[in-house]
């Protein structure tokens, strides 16, 4: 069985469980996240409504937030300002048991075919350093998502392989949950990278693109 899971719907599942008595999350990410959170019957703030909100340094001037903010929720905004940084921190700080959540902490992304670019763990480590508080992390390579897909399929780890193309993310993730790890150099990581004497995260197995196992997958159907 070939692993590929959908990050939002995961998270989605992650706030169903965990948050059941919040009624408001502030989100700095954007759109996906926050279909999410109003999915699962949670009142979504922030995210691309404050774009575009600017913030006056001037004296006597207080930043108001939301005090029923009981989790706040950090991914890939395009949009990141110092009003949503701002915004979370004192969620974060001041909302008594205010739960900090992060999508991932991937440095960087391959956002385009033409070069890489910061990545969510920018936007959460901005956070971690104004709230002096780690985040939760719900992605790759956190096994919550493991567990999430054992309840809903019933499949053991053993008869899965995590597919990606980061090792500190998607090749440590299938380790940790005992998966066969298959990395795919078309993204942000090369051969030069995985052989690298001081890389310590190995995949199993290694190919130039996902679609050199198309072949393979019509040729061996998987069993059930």
Known sequence: MYLYAYAADHK???FAIVLPLINNVYVVGEEGIVQEVNLVGYVALGGPDDAKQIVELKPNYLFEHDKNVGAVIVGLDQHINYYKLQYATLCICENPVCLF???NRDAVGHLTNMQEWPGAGCIV???CGATERE?????KPSTFMMDFLLE???TP???MCMVGDRLDTDILFGQNSGCKTLLVLSGVTNLATVQDSSNHIQPEYHT???SDILGLLKEEPISS
Request: glycine share 8%.
């Open 12 to 14: 989605g599942s992650f």
């Open 101 to 103: 959540i992060a999508s």
């Open 125 to 127: 480590a901005a956070v």
């Open 135 to 139: 985040a939760v992390v719900v992605g």
């Open 152 to 154: 809903r399929f019933n």
């Open 157 to 159: 780890p053993s008869r």
């Open 208 to 210: 130039s693109k996902i």
